[in-house]
């Protein structure tokens, strides 16, 4: 088509201008990507899925991106965690055993590049710190374990390779795959058993979650005996090779049924949330042992599920699965004062925060098929509900990630 008119033309160009600006905003506006894994997903084998959510940096609001969801690479997926340099997706399928890698693209879109089983049964936790991924897995590797005949659970770590590393493994092998599982030279097997002494044989750990301290240094591991209903925490030292030692006097005992964990940036404290008791435990840390915070516990919601703290450490938020809503508490020297609550979908089972404005928070509903989002004050720690929050999701999505938009730290 051919165009004389100069009012044609300027029309057009302005047209041009127009289109241009429009995309180039809504570019400028991602302010981050959020991955939501969710158990059920289409086809025969009911295969999970991820949702990926673009923030918007001035409303909040969380839309899916037009090739969202993403086949999780297995059954129901319950955990996620985001490489070092926000290059890279990793997703744990627990009826599959297995870890999934995703290279993320610059708009957000996942692309499958490497599955590893873990050295253990039922994985349901994951971290990343430094060059290593830690998962924790509900059962050790044995033939006597499984749901029929629990035993306690297991850690495994995974060195995150560099791109020379990869390649050393096998070519054409990109950056941020996971080498081989660290071997314990104790059982002379790739996992930490997560055992009780001084109870009976037939009590078994259940553990609940991971999390790391002060830049990956320590490791502490959450859950309960199975027999008692009472509540631990193991703590390991991180070796420079990746393997684990465990720390002196652990594990120690920490209420019911622990069932989140998390620690500020500087490795100074340590929260645990209890489901059962509807309590939130402060600890400080000092060489990887803990000592309480003043006035600790802290009362919660019912059934407190999952814990972020923002990245100042300024204020916890704590999701309630039985309340459906989100606690946010001050923070002072590791004790912790409620602000207020506001509610989520049905069932919040995971909380995160923006990585990049440290502004938005998002929680993953699980009964409520949905993701809440909301814009979290600094100055008095309030939030206020994203536009079009909640958003929906695959069904019963269990899982939270962020990454900053355009900002891989490769």
Same mark, same amino acid.
């Given at each position: 088509?051919?165009?004389?008119n100069p009012i044609q033309l300027v029309a057009i160009s302005a047209a041009s201008l127009l289109a241009a600006t429009v995309l180039s905003a809504c570019a400028t506006l991602t302010?981050?990507?959020?991955?939501?894994?969710?158990?059920?997903?289409?086809? *025969?084998?009911?295969?999970?899925?991820?949702?990926?959510?673009?923030?918007?940096?001035?409303?909040?609001?969380?839309?899916?991106?037009?090739?969202?969801?993403?086949?999780?690479?297995?059954?129901?997926?319950?955990?996620?965690?985001?490489? *070092?340099?926000?290059?890279?997706?990793? #997703?744990?399928?627990?009826?599959?055993?297995?870890?999934?890698?995703f290279i993320i693209g610059s708009d957000g879109k996942l692309y499958p590049q490497n599955t590893v089983n873990t050295p253990g049964i039922f994985p349901l936790a994951v971290t990343?710190?430094?060059?290593?991924?830690?998962? #924790?897995?509900?059962?050790?590797?044995?033939?006597?374990?499984?749901?029929?005949?629990?035993?306690?659970?297991?850690?495994?770590?995974?060195?995150?390779?560099?791109?020379?590393?990869?390649?050393?493994?096998?070519?054409?092998?990109?950056?941020?795959?996971?080498?081989?599982?660290?071997?314990?030279?104790?059982?002379?097997?790739?996992?930490?058993?997560?055992?009780?002494? !001084?109870?009976?044989?037939?009590?078994?750990?259940?553990?609940?979650?991971?999390?790391?301290?002060?830049?990956?240094?320590?490791?502490?591991?959450?859950?309960?005996?199975?027999?008692?209903?009472?509540?631990?925490?193991?703590?390991?030292?991180?070796?420079?090779?990746?393997?684990?030692?465990?720390?002196?006097?652990?594990?120690?005992?920490?209420?019911?049924?622990?069932?989140?964990?998390?620690?500020?940036?500087?490795?100074?404290?340590?929260?645990?949330?209890?489901?059962?008791?509807?309590?939130?435990?402060?600890?400080?840390?000092? !060489?990887?042992?803990?000592?309480?915070?003043?006035?600790?516990?802290?009362?919660?919601?019912?059934?407190?599920?999952?814990?972020?703290?923002?990245?100042t450490a300024k204020y916890a938020m704590i999701a309630n699965g039985q309340d459906s809503n989100v606690g946010v508490y001050s923070i002072s020297s590791g004790t912790l004062s409620?602000?207020?609550?506001?509610?989520?979908?049905?069932? *919040?089972?995971?909380?995160?925060?923006?990585?990049?404005?440290?502004?938005?928070?998002?929680?993953?509903?699980?009964? !409520?098929?949905?993701?809440?989002?909301?814009?979290?004050?600094?100055?008095?720690?309030?939030?206020?509900?994203?536009?079009?929050?909640?958003?929906?999701?695959?069904?019963?999505?269990?899982?939270?990630?962020?990454?900053?938009?355009?900002?891989?730290?490769?």
């Amino acid at each position: 088509m051919k165009f004389n008119n100069p009012i044609q033309l300027v029309a057009i160009s302005a047209a041009s201008l127009l289109a241009a600006t429009v995309l180039s905003a809504c570019a400028t506006l991602t302010v981050d990507f959020v991955y939501v894994s969710s158990a059920k997903g289409a086809g *025969p084998n009911n295969y999970g899925e991820v949702d990926v959510f673009e923030i918007n940096s001035e409303s909040g609001r969380m839309r899916q991106i037009v090739t969202s969801p993403f086949p999780s690479g297995g059954r129901n997926p319950v955990a996620e965690a985001v490489s *070092p340099d926000e290059a890279d997706l990793y #997703v744990v399928n627990r009826d599959d055993n297995t870890i999934v890698q995703f290279i993320i693209g610059s708009d957000g879109k996942l692309y499958p590049q490497n599955t590893v089983n873990t050295p253990g049964i039922f994985p349901l936790a994951v971290t990343v710190s430094g060059k290593f991924l830690y998962v #924790v897995n509900t059962y050790q590797p044995l033939p006597t374990c499984n749901p029929a005949s629990p035993c306690s659970g297991s850690v495994a770590v995974f060195p995150i390779l560099s791109a020379e590393e990869a390649a050393a493994l096998k070519p054409s092998q990109p950056a941020n795959t996971l080498g081989p599982p660290k071997v314990n030279t104790s059982i002379s097997a790739s996992y930490w058993p997560l055992l009780l002494s !001084g109870t009976s044989a037939s009590d078994v750990f259940v553990p609940t979650a991971v999390t790391t301290a002060a830049s990956g240094a320590y490791v502490y591991i959450t859950g309960y005996d199975s027999s008692t209903n009472l509540g631990y925490l193991f703590g390991f030292t991180a070796n420079s090779d990746g393997t684990l030692t465990a720390l002196s006097g652990f594990p120690v005992a920490v209420g019911s049924r622990p069932s989140a964990v998390t620690s500020d940036a500087n490795g100074a404290y340590l929260y645990i949330t209890d489901s059962l008791q509807n309590l939130v435990y402060s600890f400080q840390i000092n !060489g990887g042992a803990l000592t309480a915070s003043g006035g600790s516990p802290f009362p919660t919601g019912s059934q407190p599920t999952a814990i972020v703290l923002d990245a100042t450490a300024k204020y916890a938020m704590i999701a309630n699965g039985q309340d459906s809503n989100v606690g946010v508490y001050s923070i002072s020297s590791g004790t912790l004062s409620r602000l207020g609550t506001y509610t989520t979908g049905t069932q *919040p089972v995971a909380i995160g925060i923006d990585p990049s404005l440290n502004q938005y928070v998002f929680t993953a509903n699980f009964l !409520g098929n949905n993701v809440s989002g909301f814009q979290l004050n600094l100055s008095n720690g309030s939030l206020l509900n994203s536009q079009f929050s909640p958003s929906g999701s695959n069904p019963n999505p269990t899982a939270v990630a962020a990454i900053t938009h355009g900002g891989s730290k490769k």
